[in-house]
């Protein structure tokens, strides 16, 4: 990938993260009917970031795959969740392994969740606030880290204000 998220070439993404290339990620922050979050933590067996918390479900874009329909079945494999994705945001995000284009999808969470459990160990839905205060005290993805800083401003841009 480039620095505007277009293909350059194919090779797996054990080789884009070794030589530190850009490759793309497809997520999904999930909310409740009552717009709490889902807050995974990942399985200590996990290939990265054991043991860390995250707000996105996700993995590698396939080859042809696009990012909602990549979404879609990482959410589905991940949490045995099958509903709608839509789109938020994409950003680039140069901390973790290598450099990542997250393509970042909302998903709204009504049915029972089958986690995975090579891939998660724990899962919570927490408030706003909550979220807010462990984000910076809990071993976050740096991604995820910053996929929920940009979501809690652009997911509550067409929400009206508190004050």
């Known amino acids: 990938m480039d620095e505007r998220d277009r293909v350059l070439g194919v090779v797996d993404r054990a080789e884009a993260e070794r030589r530190r ?24 067996q996990h290939t990265r970031f054991p043991g860390h918390y995250d707000v996105m479900a996700g993995g590698a874009v396939d080859v042809g795959e696009s990012y909602e329909d990549a979404a879609a079945r990482e959410l589905s494999e991940e949490l045995g969740a099958g509903v709608p994705v839509r789109f938020m945001f ?7 392994v290598s450099p990542v284009w997250f393509g970042v999808r909302e998903a709204v969470i ?11 160990a ?5 408030t706003e606030l909550e979220l807010r205060e ?11 880290r910053g996929a929920l800083r940009r979501y809690l401003v652009f997911g509550n841009e067409d929400r009206p204000s508190a004050g």
Request: charged content about 30%.
């Open 21 to 44: 290339w850009m490759h793309r990620i497809a997520t999904t922050i999930c909310r409740d009917p009552v717009r709490r979050i889902l807050v995974l933590r990942r399985a200590e």
């Open 90 to 96: 994409k950003f680039l995000c140069r901390d973790g």
């Open 110 to 120: 009504t049915e029972s969740l089958v986690p995975d459990p090579s891939e998660i």
């Open 122 to 126: 724990w899962h919570a839905w927490l």
């Open 134 to 144: 462990a984000v910076d005290r809990w071993p976050f993805v740096p991604g995820g």
